[in-house]
């Protein structure tokens, strides 16, 4: 990426405001009285997530960044969100609609001041804009997290997008093999990557089988209908206990009437469309998909070579496709549709091996644990990834239709608790490989 000044003003300028476009629609599609009521213990009101958008902002950009006096210190331990669990915050003084709206405003307005005046260089959050960078990208972050508050929340649409393109005729292969050997993961060049990407190093993985698209709907109805929430063998023990605890028999938002499934989605009932991706499913859900059907999650690892890796030329790509940022030919993202893509979309976006959306539609659970990458350094604050690495969080990986491409690329990490199901994840499956002629030479 150029270091001139000026493109990076104006790139870091159009993720601003583009966050911004998005966040405007999610709090302005529903009444004040949805914006400030819990949906679900998961999620924090509405207008929540809208104050802490500015006073993150206002803390980095304004204070830190552009050396300005605090606008709103009285506010920052009420949208502090390691301070206060979402359960609890309906019950904190929050900001109401229109003063949640009129400050972000004023943050953002004194923002693009300081953006205007800043030379964009001279140490690590200026260099690259990576600030502003970090910053759209929490906005964007947070837009998907309101996003997931819309789908919970009960009552008529509130919004509405068109329908993804039609997956293009012809069939697939069922799992492509992915040669074994090194490859670069993570980064160290990419300029508004997270500190949980970086920095590159060097992973060699044997070669492995990984399904052409993600798990489908249909795919998934002939696991529950074959019994399987109901055969403990196919679970991890602590998901077996979830299975049991909530009566699961299904995804999130699925419900069996007249004989056959239904779903919720975004306010609108609808038969389960079988082409889609599945999506609203747990990592234990996952996992016990893939033992049933004889195969298992992909490691971390194991994703990122599929859709980084060209075996051809050994290069590391940004994304599958190649180093261009993503276009509506590439991915569903940005919350442009409602729904995952069918599965088999979007050829421009395959990888080099010919493996389908690893990029967009749904986030993609894998196998591995969230934890550091050999000289990780915490940057700019330990909140954002060190304090969550460990055994207790899963990876997830290539995004989602309510991921913007900000927020997207080929070294992304995402994690969550394996329990859970209200975020747009489904899953693609792999399977070991024995070694082949062209990994010995």
Known sequence: ???????????????????RDRTRLLTTCVEEGDLIAQHSPLMSPLVWDLAHIGNQEEQWLLRTVGGRDPLRPDIDSVYDAFAHPRA????????????????????????????????????????????????????????????????????????????????????????????GGPFLMGTSTEPWALDNERPAHRRTVPPFFLDTTQVTNAAYQRFVDDGGYEEPRWWDPEGWAQVREHHLGAPLFWRREGGQWLRRRFGLTEVVPPDEPVLHVSWYEADAYARWAGRRLPTEAEWEKAARHDPATGR?????????DPGPDHANLGQRHLRPAPAGSYPEGASPLGIRQLIGDVWEWTASDFLPYP??????????????????????RGGSFAVDPVACRG?????????????????????DAGPTAADAT
Do not use: C
């Not at 790139?11 to 966050?19: E, I, N, T, V």
């Not at 000289?375 to 997830?396: C, H, I, M, Q, T």
């Not at 070294?411 to 399977?431: E, H, K, M, S, Y």
């Open 88 to 179: 609890e915050r309906p019950t904190l003084p929050l900001l109401g609609p229109a003063e949640a709206h009129g400050y972000a405003a004023e943050v953002r307005g004194r923002v693009l001041d300081v953006l205007e005046r800043s030379p964009l260089r001279g140490g690590p959050l200026l260099d690259a804009g990576f600030a502003f960078g970090m910053i759209a990208q929490h906005e964007q972050q947070h837009d998907e997290t309101m996003l997931i508050t819309h789908q919970l929340r009960t009552g008529p649409p509130a919004l509405t997008a068109p329908e993804p393109p039609a997956a293009p005729p012809g069939p697939l292969p069922p799992e492509v093999l992915v040669p």
């Open 1 to 19: 990426m150029t270091t001139d000044p000026e493109p990076i003003r104006e790139r870091a300028a159009a993720a601003l405001l583009a966050a």
């Open 316 to 324: 590391d790509r940004r994304y599958p496709w190649g180093d261009a």
């Open 411 to 431: 070294t992304f990490r995402n994690w969550d608790l394996p329990v859970r199901r209200q975020i747009f994840a489904g899953f693609r499956t792999a399977r």
């Open 375 to 396: 000289g990780f350094a915490a940057f700019p604050y330990r909140e954002y990834s060190e304090v969550f690495f460990g055994s207790a969080y899963k990876v997830l």
